[in-house]
């Protein structure tokens, strides 16, 4: 099967729906949230994989200071899941060369990628899910910055603000983004 084929077999899927698609990536505006979905072909260009995210309207707005416009790529969104994750724990490959993919893909679309944006648009579950690594020597920053916004907009500005400050303390290259977030929760403790 070709790219082109998945892809057409996957509009065909994602379009009734609601999704628009710009390349190999298709984004669905509701509720304040927008829904990604994306087949992102390996290096080799021999197989590929379904990236799937949400990105919050608000979170986003108050993480980057302004608010969002256009289409939406999956390493921008504020939750991100590949297919295999859902599924198997790990990720999870077709090869361009299986006849069978795009009924698979359509298959496991319907059963795992689609289902999961559902609870992946819920503030507790992208919040639990970025705050698994919050309180570690490293991870991803953005993450961390994301979760404390959530816990704010959930109405636990008091763990925002610690978690702000702490992860000023432990991140110094990302400071300033952390100022700058403090400053849009108006988290007092806080200050440049």
Known sequence: MSKVEIITKADQLLKPLGFKRHKATWNRRMD???????LQA??????????SGVLDLEVEAIYRGHSISGFVYEPYCTLRMQ????????????DFGNPAAPVEISSDMQRYVL??????????????????????????????LRYSILEALTGRADIACKTLEELAQKFVGWRENVFQVAERLHCPCLRQ
Not at 32 to 38: A, E, L, P, S, Y
Not at 42 to 51: E, V
């Open 115 to 144: 289902p999961n944006l559902d609870i992946m648009r819920d503030r507790e579950f992208m919040k639990n899910r970025l705050g698994r690594n919050v309180g570690r020597k490293s991870g991803y920053v953005p993450d961390f």
């Open 83 to 94: 297919f295999g994750e859902l599924r198997t724990g790990r990720p999870a490959w077709w």
């Open 42 to 51: 390996s290096k080799s260009g021999d197989s590929f994989l379904i990236n």
């Open 32 to 38: 304040g949230f927008i829904d990604v979905v994306d």
